[in-house]
């Protein structure tokens, strides 16, 4: 089995990268077009990791590169014990931010049914399982109420990860 990639791995955009977030041509998968929006010349593969499934980002990244969307363009400084503890408590804050911000927001949109993903939000224990209920309910709120329904919630989510996401820039 081969290693996993240095998480100090910086990666940018191309110019067909580029072109690919204006113009979604090549069909790429809700996650790969997360990263590759992400990636900007700073973020390190660690930096990205959060923005995907747990242990998906190698493929993604794998992918984008195999597509000539995005091109290794240097190395990090070595990470910090110090580093790797902040990255933990922003993501405890940005959970628990979720947590409070969704709090009955599946009941109010899906009466009883929702009371099982509301419990849910408030047991998860990381950002990735958050991000995997998330999804699932917010497809239960569009097969029940419709799309628009679920505009509001999508909303108050990616306020959430943004905030997070602009926080995990190396600095």
């Known amino acids: 089995m081969p290693a996993a990639p240095d998480p100090r791995l910086v990666f940018a955009k191309t110019p067909v990268g580029r072109d690919e977030i204006a113009q979604r041509v090549l069909g790429l998968s809700s996650s790969a077009r997360r990263i590759l929006i992400l990636v900007d010349g700073r973020r ?3 930096d990205l990791a959060p923005f995907a499934r747990q242990g998906e980002i190698e493929a993604i990244v794998d ?3 195999a597509r000539g969307l995005i091109a290794l363009s ?3 400084d070595e990470i910090t014990d110090d580093e790797i503890e902040e ?3 922003r ?3 940005t959970l628990e931010a979720l947590q409070d911000a969704l709090a009955g927001a599946f009941v109010r949109e899906l009466g009883a049914e929702g009371l099982v993903f509301d419990a849910r939000v408030r047991d ?5 399982v958050m991000r995997r209920l998330l999804r699932e309910a917010l497809d239960a709120v569009a097969r029940q109420r419709g799309a628009h ?4 919630l999508l909303r108050t989510i990616r306020a959430h990860y943004a905030r997070y ?3 995990d820039r190396p600095r």
Not at 124 to 128: G, K, P
């Open 44 to 46: 390190r593969l660690l």
């Open 149 to 152: 329904a679920v505009e509001p």
């Open 63 to 65: 992918e984008l590169q």
């Open 74 to 76: 240097g190395i990090a």
């Open 87 to 89: 990255r933990a408590r």
């Open 91 to 93: 993501q405890r804050e």
């Open 165 to 167: 996401a602009h926080h």
């Open 124 to 128: 998860c224990v990381s950002l990735d």
